[in-house]
């Protein structure tokens, strides 16, 4: 078993206070919303709520999963993602996937069109953006047909148009490209389509009502195990991270904020909240013992030992796999993932308001 104690630099009481607190700031936001929203989600594996398994019959078995949920629910991390933790903030129910027909869901909360491993591009493959666009345009014609029908409980056309709907993808893109050894400035020139994807995707939800959209920036890239342990020259930044995947990253971001900023006054009426991830997770990275975690760039379920704990051969679940003892303070899980103590501060960060342009509390989405 890789672990070790979890607090290397930290006083024993500030860790016992963050690890209090946590869950006072969510109870306290949960309860400002009376009226959760209808919540739509898009995106990949960072939101995948059981997309992959639902759909394609993907094993993911524990531990994943075992935090929380004490069983694997398709989601990569030890227990709550970040999309969990919004939910909650807002009293909402967790997302089902959309695939997931013995869920026993009946999206009236809404719906989860995330998958791990989408992208925007290339089109026209399971699951990429414009499939998951598709696949919630089916779902809202069939709605909207078996409310008029008189059929059951499902979700009308004003809770379509008053439905709050976030956008996390890009990640995919990024490290695709990479991994295909594509240089730098190839990597950074298909960035523009990647932009223009999640562009129309917003473009065609606003079109068919939506109003509300909460749009995620992509992490630090270069930050992640997986990528640490794979690529053999690298450049690394002060943090020791992949300075040209972080760079590749941050330049996603830019052009991503500042399509938020063009569709603001290109679409009335609509509110685009974009939320910059990036710096939340590159700063719990750098500053991990503020945080009560040690060897942020480290997985947490894995193989091979330090640095990184990562072998592409025997990756966290797979047969010959070690992981950390529950408690541990790991940042990262797999090697990609997050694990659900760091998306919880994640989480606290998003909704602290800090990191959002403009600076919208979650609430704001609440049903009236």
Known sequence: MISHSPLLSQPLSHFLLLLLLLPLFFTSVASQCKNPPIIFNFGDSNSDTGGLVAGLGFPVNLPNGRTFFHRSTGRLSDGRLLIDFLCQSLNASFLSPYLDSLGGSGFTNGANFAVVGSSTLPKYVPFSLNI??????????????????????????????????????????????????????????????????????VKVLYNQGGRKFW???????????????????????????????????????????????????????????????????????????????????MACCGSGGPPYNYDIRVTCSQ??????????????????????????????????????????????????
């Not at 002060?238 to 938020?260: H, K, T, V, W």
């Open 319 to 368: 047969p010959g796999y070690h992981v950390c003892d529950e408690g541990s303070r790991y940042v990262n899980w797999d090697g990609i993932h997050y694990t659900e103590a760091a998306n919880s501060i994640i989480a606290s960060k998003v909704l602290s308001m800090a990191h959002s342009s403009p600076s919208i509390p979650f609430d704001f989405f609440c049903r009236n």
């Open 132 to 201: 998951q666009l598709m696949q919630f345009l089916h779902f809202k014609a069939r709605s909207l047909e078996l409310v008029t029908a008189g059929f059951g409980n499902f979700i009308t056309d004003e809770g379509l148009r008053n439905a709050l709907y976030i956008i996390d993808i890009g990640q995919n893109d990024i490290a695709d490209s990479f991994s295909k050894k594509m240089s730098y400035a190839q990597v950074t020139k298909r960035i523009p389509s990647v932009i223009l994807e999640i562009g129309n995707a």
């Open 215 to 297: 749009i995620h920036n992509t992490g630090p890239l270069g930050c992640l195990p997986q990528k640490l342990s794979l690529v053999q020259k690298k450049d690394l930044d002060p943090i020791g991270c992949i300075s040209d995947y972080n760079m590749a990253a941050r330049l996603f971001n830019e052009g991503l904020r500042q399509l938020c900023e063009r569709m603001r006054s290109q679409l009335s009426g609509a509110t685009i909240v974009y939320v910059d991830i990036y710096s939340i997770k590159y700063d719990l990275i750098a500053n991990s013992s503020k945080y009560g975690f040690s060897s942020p760039l």
